[in-house]
Nanobody, 123 residues
């Protein structure tokens, strides 16, 4: 099983990026998938999760509507649309898969992680 996060890059403040989490060896549809992010020296923090049933959770600090998670069942990906990006959004973004069908913000409950994709927002 491998997860691959992609779509990061350098963007100006106020810009947008769309991240994608792809999988090989497993169907993302059968598992809860989350996006997390991490900056050096800080813990990995949860952004959003989509459950198997399609329920979506936005974790604390990400409820203002700038980030939107979605499944693409055709491509077997889970995407994260990020709008109105700010300098403080600069981080490495990771997708995580847990064998459970429901979401969890506990990063230790995730069984697989993508390698991370760097997002840098210039002010």
């Amino acid at each position: 099983v491998q997860l691959q996060a992609s779509g990061g890059g350098l963007v100006q403040s106020g810009g947008s990026l769309r991240l994608s989490c792809a999988a090989s060896g497993i169907s993302l549809d059968s598992h809860a998938i989350s996006w997390f992010r991490q900056v050096p020296g800080k813990e990995r923090e949860g952004i959003s999760c989509v459950s198997v049933s399609g329920d979506i959770t936005y974790y604390a600090g990400f409820m203002e509507g700038r980030f939107t998670i979605s499944r693409n069942k055709v491509k077997n990906t889970v995407d994260l649309q990020m709008n109105n990006l700010k300098a403080e959004d600069t981080a490495v973004y990771y997708c995580g898969l847990r064998y459970g069908t429901v979401c969890s913000v506990a990063r230790l409950s995730y069984d697989f992680w993508g390698q991370g994709t760097q997002v840098t927002v210039s002010s």
